[in-house]
């Protein structure tokens, strides 16, 4: 159910306000970690008799020695933690999950981060990923920005025409640390009197200090102000090189008084194709670089979902990708109206992206590849993992989870019934794969209770505790966007 999609799309809105978190997008990684992990071998489950036999593993529930069931004891985090992505490191848990929100009227979703030391306690870390056009750096012009004129002024730096000459009211900061890419700056201004004349109040630019060009530049007419006394943003558009020293200068032309907040600074330009959607993350860390691919759809049409990527030296700080959007959805066939809920593999220098496509009836789940996520190529067997043609997954087969145990890679995906998606029948199916293209479905899915009619059991991600059990994360089909578990036991 394609987050990214529109309200006909296949994700429905689930009451999530961002839309569609049908999200198959798909807890990548698994955070648990992945191949072959301490969890056992698929032999694990022929444990001698007379010891404790070890937690089951993936290979039991398919060969009918083992099951999921509900842990009784309720939910993981707090209300609107969900859908999370997971990765162990080292002692602890790093978890990226769904943030819905409303601005200017428009349901968002962003990338929360939360961190747990067992898998059961979260803590909320704040955003990880935000819109397009949310700030991402910010300098209050007072305490944070040079001035060759004016003076300390409530909620800002001022200049007038009784005090002040024309001249630079704000300059610097000399920042040299933002990422190469299409930015925006934006400046908050006020004036007094937004009628008197139609003159020039102040000029912005961005300049170059290391190449000593002004890159951008504007003149900001009294019109132009909507009302007096009355903070309003401007932007400017300019391509930032890597390592640059940048300024992002006011000249004011003492003609009127002016006061500025604040200068932000966002990567990307308008129309910006993340600036509805950008969540539903898949996770890897490689070396010391940690990647997150998300869906990112926009408020303008013509970004109605596709998927992006950013990266981080920590997990905590993330820079988007200047290329962003990495993979584009096709305007015909299974994908036709928009991609999303991507979920992150390597192996043997190779990248995989699994992904979900949407056509307006059903989510599939496709595959592409590459050596960089750069550089990634769509296979052509796609859809890889289809919908079923009555079942319980006929409208929605959505990646969620990878793990891999024994030579398989084992999916745990969300499954639906046909559109409307907020009204179809919703719960989790394992799949397993040698080779991430051919994929078997589990003859005893769904494995989690299924609803009716609403969203839930849906959202799945696999997370290994530190006792070595395999638990399957969930949403709750109660009101609220909980995140319940459920554990992988023997069978009696």
């Known amino acids: 159910d394609d987050s990214t999609a529109d309200d006909d799309d296949s994700t429905a809105d689930d009451d999530d306000s961002t839309a569609d978190d049908d999200d198959s997008t798909a807890g990548d990684d698994d955070s648990a970690a992945d191949d072959d992990d301490s969890t056992a071998d698929d032999d694990d489950s022929t444990a001698d008799d007379d010891s404790t036999p070890p937690p089951p593993v993936l290979a039991d529930l398919w060969s009918g020695a083992a099951h999921f069931v509900v842990d009784p004891a309720g939910p993981l985090g707090w209300s609107g933690f969900h859908f999370p992505t997971t990765w162990w490191d080292g002692a602890e848990l790093k978890a990226w999950y769904i943030q819905n929100d409303v601005v200017d009227g428009i349901p968002r979703s962003i990338t929360g981060h939360a961190s747990s030391t067992d898998g059961v306690t979260f803590a909320d870390q704040g955003t990880a990923i935000d819109r397009g056009g949310a700030w991402q750096w910010s300098w209050n012009t007072a305490t944070d920005l040079l001035h060759a004129i004016g003076h300390n002024d409530s909620g800002g730096w001022a200049a007038t025409t009784a005090a002040d000459n024309a001249g630079y ?3 610097g900061p000399y920042v040299s640390s933002l990422p190469a890419g299409p930015m925006t700056v934006s400046f908050e201004l006020l004036v007094d009197n937004n009628s008197a004349d139609n003159l020039p109040v102040v000029s912005l630019d961005v300049f170059d200090a290391t190449a000593g060009a002004i890159v951008a530049q504007q003149d900001i ?60 993350p898949g996770v890897w860390k490689d070396g010391d670089t940690w990647y997150l691919v998300y869906e990112a759809a926009g408020t303008d049409s013509s970004w109605p979902g596709d998927i992006s990527l950013a990266t981080s030296p920590d997990g905590l700080n993330w820079s988007k990708d200047s290329s962003n959007p990495i993979l584009i959805h096709d305007t015909t066939g299974w994908e036709s109206l928009n991609i999303g809920t991507p979920s992150l593999w390597k192996e043997q220098g190779t990248w995989l992206l699994l992904y979900h496509g949407w056509n307006g009836q059903d989510v599939q789940l496709g595959l592409a590849s590459g050596p960089s996520l750069d550089s990634l190529t769509k296979h052509p067997a796609n859809p890889v993992l289809e919908t079923s043609t009555n079942g319980w997954d006929s409208g929605t087969v959505g990646a969620r989870s990878i793990r891999k145990q024994g030579g398989w890679y084992y999916m745990a995906y969300e499954g639906s019934t046909d559109p409307p998606f907020d009204a179809a029948n919703w719960s989790t199916g394992i799949a397993r794969s040698q080779d991430l293209v051919l994929w078997e479905k589990y003859s005893g899915n769904p494995v989690l209770p299924i609803t009716n009619a609403s969203f839930g059991y849906d959202g799945p991600e696999f997370i290994e505790t530190p006792d070595g059990v395999l638990h399957l994360t969930f949403r709750h089909p109660a009101a609220g966007n909980w995140t319940w578990r459920a554990s992988l036991q023997w069978l009696p």
């Not at 309003?232 to 558009?237: A, G, R, S």
């Open 221 to 280: 007419l009294r019109s132009e102000f909507a009302a007096p006394w009355q903070l309003q943003t401007f932007n400017l558009e300019y391509t930032q090189q890597a390592s640059h020293v940048m300024e992002f200068r006011t000249f004011y032309y003492d003609v009127s008084f002016v006061r500025q907040a604040e200068v932000g600074v966002s990567q990307g330009q308008v129309p910006f194709s993340d600036d509805r959607l950008a969540s539903f």
């Open 169 to 171: 009211m704000a300059y």
